[in-house]
């Protein structure tokens, strides 16, 4: 167990629905990422937020849009959805300072099926 | 160019040696990570290296770093059945973000 919480674990929705992705962290973790994994794209790095504030933006749709909340956890919104937006969302945590590495530890991820 | 380059699939028998590469282009990669997804399951964290070191070995698992070459490499000693597993490298650039870029994996079959 890494200790970062994803829910739902599942999520069929249909075209053009909006969904929310939750994730908390691992205590004491103040970076959240958020990735996407598909079949096509392979694993891809979409949004980081440290401590509430957005620190790094990778290939995220506009269609899609994150925040992380005082109390650290983070939601990932997904809006309009499309078929190809069928994939599995990782949240990820770390505690990263800024200075060197820290290791990112991933939750089990949400699969997100539109239909 | 961030790409990370891996083989996708490998095929051992059990208690042998696996040995899986991969190339990344940014040489000014920090520290690069292994990590290990089973079936329907997260990403597992297995080990990492920072980019001024060679090798890093952790009970079964070696790590060989080749910075010339931008190569990297995961070896597993006697490798099981439960090592069967999609593994992928990933690459951290000390830029303004922390994120990680990823290989496509790499899909170890371990055959009792």
């Known amino acids: 167990d890494s200790g970062v919480t994803q829910t739902p674990k599942h999520l069929i929705t249909a075209t053009g629905q909006r969904v929310t992705l939750r994730c908390s962290p691992r205590?004491?973790?103040?970076?959240v990422y958020w990735y996407q994994q598909s079949l096509d794209q392979g694993l891809q790095f979409l949004i980081q937020?440290?401590?509430?504030?957005?620190?790094a933006k990778g290939n995220i749709l506009e269609r899609f849009s994150a925040q992380q909340f005082p109390d650290l956890h983070s939601e990932l919104n997904l809006s309009s959805l499309e078929l190809g937006d069928s994939a599995l969302y990782f949240c990820?945590?770390?505690?990263?300072?800024?200075?060197?590495?820290?290791?990112?530890?991933f939750g089990q991820g949400t699969r997100l099926t539109v239909v | 160019g961030e790409d990370v380059e891996q083989s996708l699939f490998l095929s051992v028998r059990e208690g042998d040696s696996s040995v899986i590469n991969c190339t990344y282009t940014?040489?000014?990669?920090?520290?690069l990570y292994w990590y290990k997804q089973e079936p329907g399951a997260g990403l597992q964290l297995l080990t990492y290296i920072f980019s001024n070191m060679d090798m890093k070995q952790d009970q079964r698992l070696t790590v060989l770093l080749n910075k010339k070459d931008k190569h990297l490499s995961l070896r597993i000693a006697d490798t099981q059945t439960g090592d069967s597993a999609i593994y992928f490298c990933a690459q951290k650039i000390d830029n303004a973000g922390n994120m990680l870029t990823f290989g496509g994996g790499t899909r170890l079959m371990v055959k009792p």
């Open positions: 937020y440290y401590n509430g504030e957005e620190r």
């Open positions: 205590s004491g973790d103040l970076s």
């Open positions: 940014d040489s000014s990669s920090t520290y």
């Open positions: 990820a945590s770390s505690a990263w300072s800024g200075a060197g590495s820290t290791e990112a530890f």
